[in-house]
């Protein structure tokens, strides 16, 4: 079993950018596929982005090119670099793992990110 805590929420302005952290404990990421999911208030869970155990990678085509997952086997971590965010962006981000596809065998409570316009 993993244990995943994400990190690097926070209130910024319409323009900005994040990263987004997810370490894990328990298990080594490189066992895993990882992904992140957002929901925003009063919407459903929706599936940002997402990396394969050998790497490759896939994104919510409306989020294409802003958004960028990354995975350091060596720290156990996962990041999900937010580039020119905007106030729809605004919802708790989640980071999931899973042998499965798309990961969500096992998830972090979120992180929330705010996004001011």
């Known amino acids: 079993q993993v244990q995943l805590v994400e990190s690097g929420g926070g209130l910024v302005q319409a323009g900005d950018s994040l990263r987004l952290s997810c370490t894990a404990s328990?298990?080594?990421?490189?066992?895993?596929?990882m992904g992140w999911f957002r929901q925003a208030p009063g919407k459903q869970r929706e599936l940002v982005a997402a990396?394969?155990?050998?790497?490759?990678?896939n994104y919510a085509e409306s989020l294409k090119g802003r958004f960028t997952i990354s995975r350091d086997n060596a720290k156990n971590t996962v990041y999900l670099q937010v580039n020119s965010l905007k106030p729809e962006d605004t919802a708790v981000y989640y980071c999931?793992?899973?042998?499965?596809?798309?990961?969500?065998?096992?998830w972090g409570r979120g992180t929330q990110v705010t996004v001011s316009s």
């Open positions: 999931a793992a899973g042998a499965g596809w798309p990961p969500g065998s096992y």
């Open positions: 328990g298990r080594t990421v490189r066992d895993y596929h």
């Open positions: 990396i394969t155990t050998g790497g490759g990678t």
